[in-house]
């Protein structure tokens, strides 16, 4: 059973950072990638970033690029979402997913599993 369980969301102020982790589980990680998603209120759910276990390329949204990073620690089957200079248009629910390849990928119907989200509010 496929499992994605985020972590480490909650409220900061703007200029502050927050790191968000995802535990991984029940699928072969290998050959897989991962990514992260964020939903506003009222919004689509959006690419943020992107990294595949093998190799570690990644890939970033330009409104995120220079201040997020996106990092696995392969023994440990979790992706980590630092998120640094945060501003109050990032304030969504995160949400991670896999997919059942290496190539990197920026829209939803790309992932393959979700995990629950968790929520990150950053005030002004």
């Known amino acids: 059973q496929v499992r994605l369980i985020e972590s480490g969301g909650g409220l900061v102020q703007a200029g502050n950072s927050l790191g968000l982790s995802c535990a991984a589980s029940?699928?072969?990680?290998?050959?897989?990638?991962m990514g992260w998603f964020r939903q506003a209120p009222g919004k689509v759910r959006e690419f943020v970033a992107a990294?595949?276990?093998?190799?570690?390329?990644?890939y970033y949204a330009d409104s995120v690029k220079g201040r997020f990073t996106i990092s696995t620690d392969n023994a440990m089957n979790t992706v980590f979402l630092q998120m640094n200079s945060l501003r109050p248009e990032d304030t969504a629910v995160y949400y991670c997913?896999?997919?059942?390849?290496?190539?990197?990928?920026?829209?939803?119907?790309?992932?393959?599993?979700w995990g629950q989200g968790t929520q990150v509010t950053v005030s002004s």
């Open positions: 990294i595949n276990w093998i190799g570690g390329s990644t």
């Open positions: 997913a896999a997919r059942d390849s290496t190539t990197l990928a920026v829209v939803t119907g790309a992932y393959d599993y």
């Open positions: 029940g699928f072969t990680l290998g050959r897989s990638a």
